[in-house]
């Protein structure tokens, strides 16, 4: 059985810092990409970061220079470092595994919320 359980998530200050990591068991991690999404009520899930099986990173624009993904494949985890937290960050952010041609799975989700 799948399971991505992420953790970290909590209320912060604007300014803040926070990191997210999420725990995959039932896969074998080291060949999924891995990435961040998150959604706040009423839209669309959208993409925060991914980091290949090898290590390459993609970035919302976003959160460019103040997010840092990245993965420890002997611990199986995935982990988003968030610098410089603003309001709009706010939102629930789901783990999520894929490989191509391959269903992909998603973690139930953890809240992070920004205060002004």
């Known amino acids: 059985q799948v399971q991505l359980v992420e953790s970290g998530g909590g209320l912060v200050q604007a300014g803040g810092s926070l990191r997210l990591s999420c725990a995959a068991s039932?896969?074998?991690?080291?060949?999924?990409?891995m990435g961040w999404y998150r959604q706040v009520p009423g839209k669309q899930r959208g993409l925060v970061a991914t980091i290949t099986s090898g290590g390459y990173t993609n970035y919302a624009d976003s959160v460019k220079g103040r997010f840092t993904i990245s993965r420890d494949n002997a611990k199986n985890t995935v982990y988003l470092q968030m610098n410089s937290l603003e309001p709009e960050d706010t939102a629930v952010y789901y783990c999520?595994?894929?490989?191509?041609?391959?269903?992909?799975?998603w973690g139930q989700g953890t809240q992070v919320t920004v205060s002004s």
């Open positions: 039932g896969i074998t991690f080291n060949v999924y990409a």
């Open positions: 999520n595994a894929a490989r191509p041609a391959r269903a992909g799975y």
